[in-house]
Structures are given as structure tokens and as C-alpha cells.
């Protein structure tokens, strides 16, 4: 009844599965036939389905399927359900697959992959890091192998060569991290042999909702290196100096700090009588706000941790390392002089593009996750996408038992505990669930202090997640992880290979346990989820106090509650204001997304332009055609002494370095434009009109002015041993990149902004 009504009122989630519920029969039909079938004439068959156009008509939809089916049977021992089939036809038909953990949608993802693909469609399959693209690939290769589809992987150690290769096989399973750093690679090539990434075609992304809407708010940036800053050290020693509330205040969120007027006195004095605020020398200040952000905000095992003497950012929605990613703006280094380890280069934002426009390259996308439903308004506004619900093959019997609510973390801390002794004592593997590496490793401390020994799965040792959750469902287990999203390994009761799960069963299954609700009740869904796979049985409970960080920053009250003797708060009014918190949080995170994206509506048509010109340079005349209109008589002295295609190459190649580097400022430039445009807020109007107001009109010379000084350099170039050498006009390219994934809250909090800069009077350094 309420899908019938979801549907009649245009709801997201009202994908109809009756048209592919009615194919089930006719595809079960056709089982016994295709049994008999070598391998050879089963993949003879597949190939023979890609003889039509996409969308698949009824028939051949139901040989995909059961061509499918018993291609998995045979190269993977699995016999996909109907439920997984249904998820195949739904991906098929462009839709994102709602299918709860453990019911097998990374098989269903392969088979609707292939499926794209024996209709001459290159697919790309994102996932939400590398470790699951890499697994994924290998262990659905047989099943692609027997239905005459090629498959390749990328993770960050993959070479140019070994990218090119992967992204040239039919399928190819990579990171969406690393597909957008491909991206903006691409983008800055000068020869067009050197691009590694095909025109987009299909996107299937696993994991959807975390990757188009978790992700779609950290853009990806490719960075070129820079001078560096050497004060970081001298800065990072000074405000190790200063004295909290006396120096400095930190704003109720703890998302921006600012110097006191104490503090201004106290750093003016110890950088030997400086005026942080003269106009002589504005450079000294904006690193004393960074050494200020790195000390007070940015907290070591909870966004960072330091491995191998480096600094390693900790991606916060995954609670795993994310490598070769850093902070951008000299925060990098920062970072790395508070922890007194080797300081890195700084570097300049070469080009940056969010998840968003990344997925929306692809004509035909698709997406499967155990959570799409709290997102379906979001996936439907950003995407187009529509969520297709796929019933569980089994039913869950998992019982959720809501969240206790205590009055501070130690009594929640010491009823965790009394709960993982009482359930340990029965056998029950027992998984918890933190925020941060800090409190994963300061909760493994306090149970083992129980006489409770646990494993510990964070950012520290995320390459061994696998064997770790692979392990989590064994008898008398007790796990520790921080975020659960994405890990990808399915709990198995009674270990990886389930040798004792009939007494893991008869036990009570696995029983799951969150210390903290999560900013998001999908993350809180996906924690859950581990329990009760497959119709196991399971439970799940959280922990809440109101010093957690969801309450304080969220909550409207979080006085004047009434206690048990252990600090527990029973009434059902405070208990809803857990709810209530939670859905503010997820507004937030919403207005940050959409905010995102429509400060990226602008830069994305800009880049468009460029993009468009650029291409017209690296593959056509337009380079050497500019320049010999504007300068004619340089460029026929050139062809005399050299040849046309010397001169053409050098023409390109100073036209390319000018519009990237027109870019690369005109990016600065926009940065530096959205870090003031809060400020319009105090004359009642709109950030984001401003913003687009005074950046529009900047843009309308770029390509001009990018052709008049490539122009200018042509003019200067000179001969010298026979060949042509432009950086000695100043073309050349940065002599090393990285990428990174950067917050970027774009106008999502402007009162606070401006709050926070009243309140510090002289300047404030904020996080995100």
C-alpha cells in the first residue's frame, strides 16, 4: 500500500518492480537449458545479446538474466536470488537499487555491468575506495571472463600505463577519488597520447548514497607545487605558547578559533615586536591563523593521524587513511610543523572538480547501496536518479532496540561496557561502532581494563579491515571500528569461513553496538545492517550521552533532564530530541551540498569554456592559428629557419601553459571571492548572487587575455641550437602534483562566519 501511494504521488522510491517481478518466471524457465550449454556456446550466447540497442526489450532481458544467473552459478559457485535479479533489471533501467547488507549487490552491480557492456557500453564502476575496487574486480572476473566481458581495476599506485590498460577493458572498477584525480590530470595534458580516461558512457556507483552524497561535498583538487613557507615551524612553536580562553576562543562548534586581544599581544611579542596587522607586511598574519587552525581544530587521531613520520589526513566518513591527499593553503604544513615532522611543499589549487559533476559526465548512471531511501529526495534533485527498493531475500529478524541516553559520556561509557560483558558472557560476537580513532582506541583501552579483549579496526590499520571483519562474526568476538560505511566485507556468523555458526546462531547472532549516533541516520542504518544479514539473527543498540558532539551542536536543550541512578535519561521527550538533533545535522549536511553545487553551477560553466578551447588547442590548429594571426610575421621567420611542425608544437604548448594558467588564477581568485563574500550577508544580501555578481563578469575577458600573452611569449621565442625551447618564455609545468580532497562549506554558514569574526574583532581562522 505504500509503495501504491508513494507512486501515485511521484514520491522518490516509487520505482514500480512489477514489471520485473513479472520476468522472474520466464527467466527461472530457461534455467534447465542453458545448464546443458559448454561454457563456450553459454558465452557464445552472452555475446549474442549484444546484437540490439539499449534499453534490453523484454526477451532478451530475461536471456541477460538468466545467461547471468548461470554464468555465476558456474564461475562463482553463486546462484543469484530473484531478489538480486530484480536489482540487475533496475540498474539496467538507470535506477539506484535499494538492497540491504548481504544481499548481494556486488554480484548484481557485475551482471548489470556486463549487461551494459554486451550492448557496446563502457562501464565504470565507482566505488568508495580503492581496496573495494581492487576486490571487487578480481572477484567478479571469472563471472565477466565467462560472459566474454574484459574487466581491470585502478587503485592510487597504478601507473599511467596500468590505468590507460584498465580503463581501456569493458569494465573497469576504480575509486571515485581516483577516477576524478584522472580527470583533472587529463585536463592539464599537452600531448593527447598522454590522457589515460575514455569518454564517460555508464556509471554504476556502489555504495551510492556515500558516494553521491557523502563525497559530493569534499571536491577533489589537484594541486602543482609551489614556494614553500618556511615560518611554519617558527608559527607553530608560538601558538604552542598560548593558553586557551586567555589567548584564544574557540566558537561553540569548535569550527572556527580566533585570537583574543591578549593573544594578539602575546604572538606580536614573541615574533619580536611584529604588527600583525600592518600593511606593510600581510603575510604573516594568515600564518599565524593557520598554525592557529592546526593547533586548536584540526585534533591528531581524529583528523589526522602521523605514520612513518608523515602526516596521513583520516577521510571522515570513512574512518580510513586517505592517501595522497592533504590539506590545501599551507594548512598541509602547518599540520606537519605542530607534529614536528618534515615539512612537505606547499602547493597552488591547479584545478578542482566536486563528485557531482565528476557523475554527471555520464549519460547512462545507476547506483546500488543498503541506504538509499533517507537520501531519495537528494538523489533525485542532484542526480536524476530514482530509487528502486529491492525486497530482502530472506526476511531481517534483527531486533533494534533504540538508543539509552545518559547524562554524560563516562556513565555512557560505563553502560556500554556492563551491556559488552553481559552479551560477551553468552558467546554473541559483538561489533561497536565509534566516531574517531581517539575514541575507538580510548574505548578498546577501557574494555580491555574489563578483562575484555577486543579488536581494534580504525585509520591506523585499515589495511588490515578485511581479515579483521572478516573475523568480527566469530564466537566470543569483540570488535572496535570506527565508520562502517564502505568497509564492504560482510559479517559472516561464526568467522570467514563460518565454521561455528550454528552456536554464533543459537547464541543470538551478532549483536551490534553504536557509542554515539552518528550525524546522519544513514550512517546509523549502515552500522545496523551488519547485524541480521541474510535472515541471521542479530540486535543492535546505541549509546548516547549529552556531552556527544551530535547533542552540543545540535540540540535545542540539553539541561534539565531528569536521571536514573547510572545517569540514564528514560524520558521519552529527551530521547525524541535525539532524533530531532540528528535531523538537524542531516539539514546541515544537505544545505551544504546544495550549496556546493550551486556555487560549482558557475565555475563549472566557466570551466566548460576553457575546457572547450583547450580542446580545441591540444587536438586542432587553434594554438598555431592565434598566433599566426597575431603574430604573422614571427611565426613565418620561424618556419624558415625550423619547419611548421616545430613552430605548431611550440605554439600549442605556450598556448596550453596560458590558458592553465589563467585558470589556476582565475581559481584563486574565486577562492579568495568566496572567502569575503560572507560578509554581503551584513547587508541583507544573497552570498551566492554576489558571488556569481563579481565573478561572471571577470570571466568575460579570460580567453583574450589568454590569447594575448601567448601571443606575447610566441613573439619572444628564440632559435638556439636548432630547436625551440619555451621555458624560456616561462612555459613549463609544475615540477610535481598531488591531489587531495578539500571541505569546501561554501556560504553554509555565513552568520556563523560572521559571528565569529565580530566576536574575534581581528580576525578569526575557521575550519571547513
Known amino acids: 500500500m505504500a509503495e501504491s501511494v508513494r507512486r501515485l504521488l511521484g514520491k522518490p522510491g516509487a520505482v514500480d518492480l512489477r514489471p520485473y517481478t513479472k520476468l522472474l518466471p520466464a527467466i527461472e524457465a530457461e534455467e534447465d537449458g542453458l545448464r546443458e550449454l559448454s561454457d563456450t556456446e553459454l558465452t557464445d550466447r552472452a555475446i549474442d545479446l549484444g546484437n540490439a540497442e539499449l534499453p534490453y526489450e523484454r526477451g532478451d532481458l530475461v536471456s541477460l538474466c538468466a545467461v547471468g544467473r548461470e554464468a555465476a552459478r558456474r564461475a562463482l559457485d553463486e546462484r543469484p536470488f530473484d531478489s538480486q535479479l530484480l536489482g540487475v533489471m533496475a540498474l539496467l533501467d538507470g535506477h539506484v537499487a535499494e538492497m540491504a547488507t548481504g544481499e548481494g549487490k556486488t554480484l548484481a552491480g557485475a551482471l548489470a555491468a556486463a549487461g551494459f557492456s554486451l550492448r557496446g557500453k563502457r562501464v565504470h564502476v565507482l566505488s568508495v575506495n580503492d581496496y573495494l575496487a581492487r576486490r571487487d574486480a578480481e572477484w567478479m572476473r571469472p563471472l565477466y571472463d565467462l560472459l566474454g566481458v574484459t574487466v581491470g581495476w585502478i587503485n592510487e599506485e597504478s601507473t599511467p600505463r596500468e590505468r590507460r590498460a584498465a580503463y581501456a577493458c569493458d569494465v573497469t572498477y576504480v575509486a571515485v577519488s581516483e577516477l576524478g584525480f584522472d580527470v583533472l590530470r587529463d585536463r592539464m595534458v599537452t600531448d593527447v597520447d598522454d590522457r589515460v580516461v575514455p569518454e564517460p558512457s555508464v556509471a554504476i556507483i556502489d555504495e551510492a548514497d556515500s558516494v553521491l552524497v557523502d563525497e559530493a561535498r569534499v571536491p577533489l583538487v589537484l594541486a602543482g607545487a609551489a614556494e614553500s613557507l618556511s615560518a611554519d615551524v617558527e608559527m607553530a612553536d608560538v601558538v604552542r605558547t598560548l593558553t586557551p580562553r586567555l589567548h584564544y576562543e574557540v566558537d561553540g562548534e569548535g569550527r572556527n578559533v580566533q585570537l583574543t586581544d591578549a593573544g594578539i599581544d602575546a604572538v606580536e611579542k614573541a615574533l619580536g615586536g611584529v604588527d600583525l596587522y600592518s600593511e606593510d607586511d600581510t603575510s604573516v598574519l594568515p600564518q599565524v591563523n593557520l598554525a592557529l587552525h592546526a593547533h586548536v581544530l584540526l585534533q591528531r587521531d581524529v583528523h589526522y593521524v602521523v605514520r612513518d613520520g608523515e602526516v596521513r589526513l583520516i577521510n571522515e566518513s570513512r574512518g580510513r587513511i586517505a592517501l595522497l591527499q592533504r590539506w590545501p593553503d599551507g594548512l598541509q604544513a602547518a599540520v606537519e610543523a605542530k607534529e614536528k615532522v618534515a615539512l612537505s611543499e606547499t602547493g597552488e589549487v591547479l584545478d578542482s572538480i566536486t563528485v557531482q559533476s565528476l557523475v554527471l559526465r555520464y549519460p547512462v548512471r545507476a547506483g546500488m547501496t543498503g541506504t538509499a531511501m533517507s537520501v531519495a529526495e537528494q538523489l533525485r534533485e542532484f542526480y536524476e536518479l530514482e530509487v528502486a527498493v529491492i525486497p530482502d531475500n530472506k526476511p531481517c529478524v534483527r531486533r533494534d532496540h533504540g538508543t539509552r541516553l545518559y547524562a554524560t559520556r563516562e556513565e555512557k561509557e560505563d553502560a556500554l561496557v556492563a551491556k559488552v560483558e553481559e552479551v560477551h558472557a553468552s558467546g554473541r560476537p559483538i561489533l561497536i561502532g565509534t566516531q574517531d580513532v581517539a575514541e575507538s582506541e580510548l574505548l578498546a583501552g577501557r574494555l580491555r581494563g574489563a578483562g575484555l579483549e577486543c579488536v581494534v579496526l580504525n585509520a591506523k590499520n585499515d589495511a588490515d579491515e578485511a581479515a579483521i571483519i572478516a573475523e568480527a562474526g566469530t564466537h566470543g568476538a569483540i570488535t572496535v571500528s570506527t565508520q562502517m560505511a564502505g568497509r564492504g566485507t560482510d559479517i559472516r556468523l561464526g568467522g570467514s569461513d563460518m565454521s561455528d555458526r550454528d552456536r554464533v546462531v543459537e547464541a543470538g547472532g551478532l549483536y551490534v553496538m553504536g557509542f554515539g549516533r552518528y550525524p546522519s541516520s544513514r550512517l546509523d542504518g549502515q552500522l545496523r545492517g551488519r547485524a541480521g544479514r541474510q535472515g541471521d539473527p542479530g540486535d543492535s543498540i546505541f549509546f548516547v550521552s549529552m556531552d556527544d558532539d551530535l547533542l552540543v551542536n545540535h540540540a535545542s536543550e540539553t539541561t534539565g533532564y531528569q536521571t536514573t541512578g547510572d545517569g540514564e535519561i528514560t524520558d521519552e521527550g529527551w530521547l525524541a530530541m535525539v532524533d ?11 544545505e551544504v551540498h546544495r550549496n556546493t553545487w550551486r556555487y560549482n553551477q558557475l565555475i563549472d560553466v566557466q570551466r566548460d569554456v576553457v575546457l572547450e578551447h583547450r580542446e580545441k588547442v591540444l587536438t586542432g590548429d587553434e594554438g598555431v592559428r592565434h598566433v599566426a594571426a597575431d603574430s604573422p610575421e614571427r611565426y613565418e621567420e620561424l618556419v624558415e629557419e625550423l619547419d611548421e611542425e616545430t613552430v605548431a608544437r611550440a605554439a600549442r604548448l605556450i598556448t596550453l601553459y596560458h590558458l592553465d594558467r589563467g585558470w589556476t588564477d582565475h581559481n584563486a581568485f574565486l577562492a579568495e ?27 568575460k575577458g579570460f580567453l583574450d587575455e589568454a590569447r594575448a600573452r601567448a601571443a606575447k611569449s610566441f613573439e619572444e621565442l628564440e632559435v638556439r641550437d636548432g630547436e625551440l625551447d619555451v621555458s624560456e618564455v616561462g612555459v613549463k609545468r609544475p615540477s610535481m602534483t598531488w591531489t587531495y580532497m578539500v571541505h569546501d562549506h561554501p556560504f553554509s554558514s555565513a552568520l556563523e562566519t560572521l559571528v565569529g569574526r565580530l566576536k574575534g574583532g581581528r580576525g578569526a581562522a575557521g575550519r571547513g
Open 673 to 699: 571571492l568566496r572567502e569575503g563574500i560572507h560578509l554581503r550577508f551584513l547587508g541583507r544580501r544573497d552570498p551566492l548572487d554576489e558571488f556569481n555578481r563579481e565573478a561572471v563578469p571577470v570571466f
Open 580 to 590: 530531532h538533533a540528528q535531523r538537524v545535522a542531516e539539514g546541515q549536511l544537505l
